[in-house]
């Protein structure tokens, strides 16, 4: 399913423009009609991994070149993955080889590129295309205009839509790459994940009888709809009263790889203390309530393997910054009425999905999809943005904004542009440095890192590993007999991302803990000392990115994993970054050992020349 989100709105006054740079080969309305179509394309190509894998940036690439007889032809395509594989460009490269020369590159997203990560612009350069038409800028900051400078300065010519290149013709190909990226759009301007309120009702606007009973209103094709959306989410959430009533399970039973985590928002922990919710064996549980709540309950789900989080005051707009804390970057509110009318009122809701049953339930006390949000007058009604109708199955699916989707175009310099014209103005001043996703400004340092390691197998075989967590949850399970043990460790060297690689290992270790070496509690910090000596021992700049935060605390920023992150509130044991900290300071060592020598090689050269007649 393409993750449509409606029509955008740009100014009617919109003319067909482009710089005198780019004049010669972008001018010609033929010209801007295949920009715009291959930018569609790139943006199609970027949303193919949904629900396979956790929501991540999105990119896609399609490479054109014109043939001999003036003939347009894509001649190479690909798309990210996930996060820690390789990047759309060296996809579409390797896929096109020598006729990228002279070609032009169309990416829906401004590539990453920083000291840690430079794969995507060098795979451009290298294999000579000359043109790279991007469709918007990175939204996050220490990202943004990093690769278009690169390109640049390297001799491309780029055309960035909305910038470069103003159209009608090329209106739909902007709103594209808007859209595939809509969630990180969100998340860079709001500081919170994208969210959508999803609800089914019948045609009298109830989402359940008197009674409470819901089953179902929607059609069975509506719902396979619903898992989609779940498998294109970090996490669902739903109130206790939905517990109660519904005992749901949240899976995304749509056949892709991906489940987000399931969340319980409830002040009172007034929940029943047997639920599908609390079956924690193909995906977690994470239940919200306020401090001090039911102490004896939140034993009893942590017994059962349930991540319990407290707050001081629960309600959307906390839980919502913590989940932004933890990376999250779509989140899917399948709650009852009285919950959203909440999440609406805080302002933490940016979409609404809802399906619309050709049903008539009535009932005074039926429940509606959205409790009271204290609006006297028609005239304080909330109006959707962009909406679209779909017919689903007998059901009509109704979506639409709360709030447009955010214009990240720059008006004044960034912060890292700032620091150019004045380097007094350091963009990380910070004396703790934060690591956690891959797209983060040290997500190089992260495990999940696109950083290829060459190290033994479990046979003593030397083996190209794609990526430190690989290494790391294969050696779980090196040295056993088992033939299932065996099997997982394979499954994991197979595995396309380090997602889905920390999926299978944490999931066997979970369900099989028999299966896991004996020693592993003893070996594990030294296995990925190993991996993380080699990682960057094979990498020249990671180690400079590594040295470059010496004076700085490392911490890894996971609020979950308390052994090898920090946790939510520094409570955690932070290996990873206890690591990192060790080996920068090894690399330190021998760097000021490596000065100390060359000075008395100097000095013994200069002592030699005086003795020279």
């Excluded at 609390?278 to 977690?284: A, C, K, N, Q």
């Excluded at 004396?431 to 891959?438: E, L, N, R």
Aim: proline share 6%; aromatic share 6%.
């Amino acid at each position: 399913m393409a993750f449509s989100l409606g029509p955008l709105k740009f100014p009617s006054s919109l003319i067909c423009r482009s710089t005198p740079t780019s004049s010669s080969s972008t001018s010609l309305p033929s010209s801007l009609a295949f920009d715009a179509a291959y930018i569609k394309r790139a943006a199609e190509l970027a949303d193919k991994s949904a629900g396979c894998t956790a929501p991540h940036p999105n990119f896609g690439c399609v490479i054109a070149t014109t043939k001999g007889n003036g003939e347009r032809v894509v001649v190479g395509e690909g798309y990210l993955y996930a996060q820690g594989t390789t990047p759309a460009e060296l996809q579409a490269v390797e896929a096109a080889g020598e006729s990228c020369r002279g070609a032009t590159a169309y990416l829906n997203m401004e590539p990453n590129h920083c000291l840690g990560d430079q794969a995507a612009v060098s795979a451009l350069v290298q294999a000579g295309v000359t043109r790279v038409v991007i469709g918007i800028r990175h939204p996050l900051q220490h990202l943004r205009g990093k690769a278009i400078r690169a390109l640049r300065s390297e001799g491309l010519l780029v055309d960035v839509l909305g910038e470069d290149l103003q159209c009608k013709t090329i209106e739909e190909g902007l709103k594209s790459c808007l859209l595939v990226n809509a969630p990180l759009l969100y998340r860079a301007a709001c500081r919170v994940p994208f969210s959508v309120l999803k609800y089914a009702m019948t045609l009298d606007g109830k989402i359940a009888a008197s009674s409470g009973h819901a089953s179902w209103i929607s059609s069975k094709r509506s719902r396979t709809r619903v898992f989609e959306l779940r498998g294109r989410s970090d996490a669902v959430i739903v109130g206790g009263n939905t517990v109660r009533q519904d005992n749901p399970r949240l899976t995304a039973r749509h056949g892709g790889e991906h489940l987000p985590q399931r969340i319980v928002m409830s002040k009172s922990l007034d929940l029943p203390e047997v639920g599908n919710l609390w079956d924690i064996t193909e995906v977690s549980t994470m239940v919200a309530t306020q401090r001090g709540a039911k102490r004896s309950f939140q034993k009893l789900l942590a017994s059962k393997g349930v991540e319990v989080v407290e707050f001081e005051i629960l309600n959307p707009k906390v839980v919502m910054e913590y989940l932004y804390d933890r990376g999250c970057l779509s989140v899917l509110w399948e709650c009852g009425g009285t919950l959203a009318a909440s999440a609406i009122s805080s302002g933490v809701i940016h979409k609404v999905h809802a399906f619309v049953a050709p049903k008539i339930i009535g009932g005074k006390n039926a429940p509606s999809p959205v409790g009271e949000l204290g609006m006297v007058e028609m005239t304080q009604a909330l109006e959707l943005i962009d909406v679209q109708y779909e017919q689903v199955g007998p059901d009509m699916l109704v979506s639409g904004f709360l709030q447009p989707v955010p214009d990240l175009t720059p008006v004044i310099p960034s912060v890292d542009e700032t620091s150019a014209i004045d380097p007094t103005v350091s963009p990380y001043e910070a004396s703790i440095i934060f690591f956690y996703k891959t797209w983060d400004p040290y997500g190089a340092f992260s495990n999940f890192s696109l950083h290829p390691i060459q190290l033994p197998d479990e046979n003593g075989d030397d083996y190209r590993w794609p990526s430190v967590e690989h290494y790391y949850q294969a050696n779980k399970f090196v040295g056993l007999d088992d033939p299932v043990a065996k099997n997982c460790l394979q499954e994991i060297k197979k595995a396309k991302s380090p997602e889905e690689a920390a999926r299978l290992g944490r999931r066997t270790q979970r369900q099989r803990p028999d299966l896991v070496r004996p020693d592993w509690e003893s070996v594990k910090i030294d296995v990925m000392y190993r991996a993380l000596k080699r990682k960057f021992s094979t990498y020249p700049n990671l180690t400079s990115m590594l040295l470059s935060t010496a004076g700085s605390v490392l911490v890894e920023a996971s609020p979950h994993d308390l052994f090898w992150g920090g946790g939510r509130d520094g409570e955690g044991l932070n290996y990873l970054g206890r690591l990192l900290m060790r080996l920068r300071s090894e690399l330190l060592a021998d760097s000021a050992a490596s000065n100390t020598d060359d000075k008395e090689t100097l000095q013994q050269e200069e002592n030699k020349a005086e003795k020279l007649p």
